[in-house]
Each structure stands twice: as C-alpha cells, then as structure tokens.
C-alpha cells in the first residue's frame, strides 16, 4: 500500500492513447477546479489490453479493462480509476463505487470506411461488403438488418485499427463515435448510425470515474465533474443490463433521453445471429433511473428475452 502526500491525488488509467486521452481531460478539469492541488497519473495493462489475439467475446468480459485498476484502487495505490463506462462492469467490488459520470459525447456509432467505399452508406454497401468489429452488440444488431455483409472481427487500439482498414483489410469498421472525437479523428467518421439501426452500449460516450466508497476527500474532488442529466441516463442503462444479468460482451443495445424531467430508455436483447430481436421502451420519472432500468429489463423478459439471453450464455460459455 502506497502512501498519499496530503494534497495529492493519484489518478489510475490504461496506457492505450484513448484512455490516457480521457484521462488527462480528466486531470485538466480537476485541476482547474482545485489549483491548490497535484494530480498525479499512474498507468496500468489490463487484460483485454495484452490479449489482441483473441476476440473479446471468448476472453469473457468481466472486469476484461478494469480488474488491474480496481486492484490498485483497493490496495489504496491510486485514489480513482478513469474508465470509459461501457468497459465498468455493473456490478462493481465491495468497497468501491461510481464517484463521477463525465458529460457524455455522442454515444452513437459511427460508420468508418476505405477510400473505395466513400460512395456508400450503411445502408447502401455491397453484398459482400466486409465490415470490422469486435462487438457482439454491433454485430448482431448489423446482421439484423444487412444479412448480405460479412463482418470479420477487428482487436487493437483505434489507431490500429484505422491502419488495418486503410491497409485493406477491411471494407469498413464499426466505432464508437465519441473515441474518434476525443482522439481529433472525428473527419474519419463517415456517417453516424441512426439509433434505430444500431443502439448503442451502455455507458457508451461517458466516462465513469471509479474511487473507494469511504474515501469523502476523493469523492468531494470529482463532484466539479459529475454530470447528474448523463449519471441520469447511464444508470439506468446500467441497471437495465444488470437486470438482464448481460455484460459489454452479450448484444444488448440501449438508447436514452431526456425531455420535460421525464427520461426514456429503449432497449434490446438480440440473438448472435441477429434473427432474433426483442425490442422495447418505457418512461420515467428522471429521479428514479435504475427503477426505470429494471423495470424495461423485466418487460423484454417478458417478452421473450430470456430463451434469446441463455442461448447467448450458452454459445460464449457463460
């Protein structure tokens, strides 16, 4: 167990270019906020950072980007762990606790193709077409409503990634718009995917700022960055995937917003072969989120989720 300097604050993060890029957004904003005070980042490999070779769905995903800096942060060696939220499981160790949720960037997906492609939309790519992903969400909800592409899956950072699509390798990549912003790479988005096509993660766009329960000076700190409209919609996008016992590997897609105090969520189970869809949405009292969340969840099981969700369990070895 380390020991802290008074007035220093020790700020966990991944070292890809991504979560350092967040993470220091992160420190800025601290530091402008509480001058007085150093802010130090230490960074951590995790698991889904060493294994590229392997599609994320056959790692299994708990805790697959987070375990290492939950270790530290319980053995007190960083006060707070920078995450992007859809990679926070929901249901986090004894002892630690969601302590911020950022303002969120747009959540939605977005469209990257090859120079020989610039011609097309989603919807208008050739049969054949091959897309890449690493997401069972995306790639279900894709085979859904375009059966004639092909997906191949797609490990590495975004930069990694780009050099493979450019090198032609693929035809087109599936993203999270918000990295590409937050990277400068938001030219490379060619076309952002309606929510009705592709709903996206949950906690997608958001950073979700992870500390220990009992550590008040720490939580005191991160209040300057809490976002309470974007907690709004993430916890009940969490609570709706903790309901349905899903993790960031299963294809459960959610979508929210707010209007007049009122929030609503939509949200979607799907079958690996996107045959499969059950589909719904609710509203809410915006002070009652994970209320909102459970309840949508139950009434997709209702609805027939549950066949869809042991099948999924079954075939990723649950």
């Known amino acids: 167990m380390a020991t802290t300097p ?20 992160v420190r800025d904003q601290l530091q402008s906020h509480h001058p007085g005070h150093t802010f130090e980042v230490q960074t951590m490999s995790t698991q889904g950072d060493k294994i590229l070779d392997v599609a994320l769905a056959k790692i299994g995903d ?54 020989n492609y ?33 997906f191949k899956d797609v490990r590495g950072n975004l930069n ?6 450019d090198a032609g390798e ?39 700022i992870e500390c220990r329960t009992e550590d008040q000076a720490t939580l005191g700190l991160l209040q300057v960055i809490h976002h309470p409209p974007t907690a709004a919609q993430c916890l009940a996008e969490r609570s709706f995937l903790r309901a349905l016992e899903g993790g960031c590997q299963v294809p459960i897609g959610v979508h929210t917003h707010i209007e007049d105090n009122a929030l609503t969520l939509t ?29 949508l969840a139950q009434r997709l099981r209702d609805q027939g989720a549950e066949p869809i969700l042991a099948s999924i369990f ?3 070895g649950r």
């Open 6 to 25: 008074q007035g220093v604050t020790r700020i966990g993060s991944r070292k890809s270019q991504l979560a350092l890029v967040q993470t220091y957004w």
């Open 62 to 115: 708990k805790g697959l980007f987070t375990k290492e800096l939950e270790v530290g942060l319980l053995g007190a060696d960083i006060d707070f762990a920078v995450h992007s939220l859809k990679d926070l499981p929901t249901q986090l160790p004894p002892g630690l606790t969601l302590g911020a949720v950022t303002e969120r960037e747009n959540p939605a997906d977005a469209l990257v193709v090859h120079t």
């Open 118 to 150: 610039q011609g097309y939309q989603l919807e208008t790519l050739p049969e054949g077409t091959v897309i890449g992903t690493s997401s069972l969400r995306r790639l279900a909800q894709l085979r859904h409503h375009f059966p004639h592409l092909q």
């Open 160 to 165: 990694t990634r780009l050099q493979k699509l």
């Open 170 to 208: 693929y035809d087109a990549l599936i993203l999270a718009a918000a990295g590409l912003q937050r990277l400068g790479m938001a030219a490379r988005i060619h076309q952002i995917i309606d929510p009705e096509i592709s709903l996206h993660a949950v906690g997608q766009g958001a950073l979700g």
């Open 267 to 295: 949200g979607a189970v799907l079958s690996l072969d996107g045959q499969a869809m059950v589909k719904d949405q609710l509203t809410g009292p915006l002070t009652e989120p994970e209320t909102l969340g459970a309840t």
């Open 314 to 316: 079954a075939e990723v």
